[in-house]
């Protein structure tokens, strides 16, 4: 009896979600009926997810608190706040900079603290010790190389991937900045856009400093290769075979070259995120001169 129980439990669970979906669904499609712009920019809502129509039923039930479709405008005044409160909360981007930042200086910390020279005053006679002390090395290489250049987690990954957020909100913010007195409701979007404007700030000086503290502490291309030639010396005298040390070697500048194009597209990014730092002026210059203009009005 309790399987019985069971699968009529389970049979009422899909039917209510059964229902709930198709009462969405038919909420959002008297959204699109209702919203004149759905039909403006072709929206197909056929395609939409459960997640898209429980969003639209919670919008129509807005719109009909609202009443006439003149109130729309204040509806879309809500949204430009929400919007902007959204951008500005440090969870949406410094929170996360300075989490990667500790994440990332910690893990490169711990790493390299058990990386080091090859031990070219060692005991390079023993067989066993030199070809333990190659493949460790090998293998702290490889680590090194998954939080340096890895995808999708490595820091020269995350840091291109922060620098466009950064690049995303400053044309935002100051392709067209409004004027003061140029129509219903710019006050109050000039407002939120200095608002994401001294957001913009705060986010790139955080990555800067991120970005420049980590960057002392990128692997250095030339290491592998130091350690394919200790190894080919102290392998060769050992009486290693020669495809063997051949192989080492190869894996090493392998390993040169992935550290040495990640350093380049570190740089590189830093580069970026030291534009957008200099570029502050700029901003202050357009909403300053903007607020003088306004202020002589």
């Given amino acids: 009896s309790s399987s019985i129980h069971c699968c009529t439990s389970c049979s009422h669970v899909s039917l209510f979600l059964d229902t709930m979906e198709s009462c969405l669904l038919a909420a959002l499609a008297r959204l699109a009926c209702r919203w004149p712009c759905c039909h403006h920019i072709g929206l197909d809502t056929d395609g939409w997810t459960l997640a898209d129509a429980a969003l639209g039923a919670v919008v129509d039930g807005v719109l009909d608190c609202l009443g006439s479709s003149s109130d729309v405008v204040h509806f879309l005044a809500v949204c ?3 919007f902007s409160m959204a951008v500005c909360r440090p969870g949406a981007f410094r929170a996360p900079v300075s989490d990667w930042h500790a994440v990332s200086r910690g893990q490169l910390d ?3 603290a058990q990386m080091g020279e090859p031990p070219w005053d060692g005991n390079s006679e023993d067989f066993q010790e030199v070809l ?17 250049a890895s995808f999708p987690s490595g820091i020269t990954v995350v840091l291109l991937r922060f620098a466009r957020r950064l690049g995303g909100l400053l044309n935002w913010v100051a392709v067209v900045p409004p004027q003061p007195g140029a129509g219903h409701g710019c006050p109050m979007r000039r407002r939120y856009l200095q608002q994401e404007a001294e957001e913009f700030k705060r986010r790139v000086a955080l990555l800067a400093d991120a970005s420049r503290e980590l960057r002392g502490r ?3 291309p030339e290491l592998p290769l130091r350690w394919a030639q200790w190894f080919e010396e102290s392998g ?10 051949q192989r080492f070697r190869s894996q090493r500048e392998q390993v040169a070259a992935v550290w040495a194009n ?9 580069e970026h995120v030291e534009a957008l730092l200099s570029s502050l002026g700029d901003l202050d210059d357009i909403f300053g001169t903007s607020d ?3 202020s002589g009005g």
């Fill in 262 to 270: 990640n350093r380049r597209t570190f740089l590189s990014a830093d």
């Fill in 236 to 245: 060769a005298a050992v009486g290693f075979p020669e495809v063997h040390l």
């Fill in 132 to 148: 333990q002390g190659g493949l460790q090395h090998a293998e702290q290489e490889l680590r090194l190389t998954e939080l340096s």
């Fill in 218 to 220: 990128l692997p250095d």
């Fill in 292 to 294: 003088n203009e306004g």
């Fill in 110 to 112: 711990e790493q390299f």
């Fill in 80 to 82: 430009r706040w929400w």
